[in-house]
Structure formats: C-alpha cells, structure tokens
T-cell receptor, first 116, second 111 residues
C-alpha cells in the first residue's frame, strides 16, 4: 500500500517571499510522484511530475520539486510567490511500473495563501 | 480543444435513487479515473481504467460502479446513493504517464 502525507494543511506567506510545501510518501516499491494545483472552484492542473532521472524537477509557473528517496520526500518550492499562486496544492504518488500504475493516491492538500 | 467533460455539474438527489455521472474525453487517452474530493481528505480515487473493458478499484470503491465500453467514455454509477456519498467528484484522463487532465467537477448532494 502507498500513502502520502502533506505536513502542512495551511501555509500563509507574503508576496515575493519564498515558499516550501512539504510532502512525504510511503511505499514498498518504486514510485512516481506528482504535484497538482487547484484554484478556487476549478479542477486540478498538473504542476510537475517525477518519473525517473534527475531528482530536481521543474514545473510550470516557476515551481520546482526535489525527489529525495532516502527521506521519502518530494517537497515543492518556489523562490518568489505571487498573489495568483493562492490555491490548494496536492501531492500524489503512484506505483512505478507493474499493473497498478493507474492507482493514484493523493495527500490531504495544502492551502497556500499569498498575502500582499 | 482538448478537454474532459462531466455531466451534470450539479446534482441534488434523494437516498436510494440511482444516478449516473457521465465523463467523456476527446484526447484518445487510454487511462481514465474517478475521484471524490472531501474537505480535509484530499482526493481519493474511486475507480480507474487503463483501457476499454479494463477497470480496477481505487481506494474508496464501495457504493460505486463504473464501465468502460468505449475509449472516450467512463460513466460513474451510484446504484443506491446514500448521504455519505455527498461530495465533489472529478473525472480525469491521460495517456500512460502523460499529464492527467481533470474535468470541471460534479457537485453531488444526497438527501
């Protein structure tokens, strides 16, 4: 079984400040990792994903995340946030390869609020 | 325009009255999935399908049925809805390990 824990349910931050949203996962097999963003009253949009290769992954809107296998973490970072980054962010994991790759498990979500 | 559509967008029903939420994608994706979103619980996968006639249970399949008779459609069926199925439902599709595209969501209230 796999699971995801997002360590902060809410993160308030000032505009132009850096931010880190933390995600830890648990799995007995190799994993694929994802970050999604949900703006108010909208569906989810993929920010970035780690499948293999470089552990530093760059995504859209200036976000990046680093896969740390030893710490089973996949934290999301942005060096300077904007008001428009206010949204809920979800970390997700799935099994790499095999027949269960379609089973995606999400974390509980982190609400990022950017203040002027 | 590449998109995932869901219907209806909003639905109020009563306990026990069978309902179907439709999901359709126009991107020829093999993979489709249903999630429910509840406050504080994030998104939980109900069922997923890796191709026509191939479906499997997610984390919370109880009380739901799905079918995948055509590649573009993946309806979610609630045979006998109960109040604990009141939630926001999302359908998604992708090619294998491509970007997952989410539908706009269906807000369901079961009285």
């Amino acid at each position: 079984a796999q699971s995801v824990t997002q360590l902060d349910s809410q993160v308030p931050v000032f505009e132009e400040a850096p931010v880190e949203l933390r995600c830890n996962y648990s799995s007995s097999v190799s994993v694929y990792l994802f970050w999604y963003v949900q703006y108010p009253n909208q569906g989810l949009q993929l920010l970035l994903k780690y499948l293999s290769g470089s552990t530093l992954v760059k995504g859209i809107n200036g976000f990046e995340a680093e896969f740390n296998k030893s710490q089973t973490s996949f934290h999301l970072r942005k060096p300077s946030v904007h008001i428009s980054d206010t949204a809920e962010y979800f970390c997700a994991v799935s099994q790499a390869g095999g027949t269960s790759y379609g089973k995606l498990t999400f974390g509980q979500g982190t609400i990022l609020t950017v203040h002027p | 325009e590449a998109q995932v559509t869901q219907n209806p967008r909003y639905l109020i029903t009563v306990t026990g009255k069978k309902l179907t939420v439709t999901c359709s994608q126009n991107m020829n994706h093999e993979y489709m999935s249903w999630y429910r979103q509840d406050p504080g619980l994030g998104l939980r996968q109900i069922y997923y399908s890796m191709n026509v006639e191939v479906t499997d249970k997610g984390d919370v399949p109880e009380g739901y049925k799905v079918s995948r008779k055509e590649k573009r459609n993946f309806p979610l069926i609630l045979e006998s809805p109960s109040p604990n199925q009141t939630s926001l439902y999302f359908c998604a599709s992708s090619s294998q390990w491509g970007t997952q595209y989410f539908g706009p969501g269906t807000r369901l209230l079961v009285l």
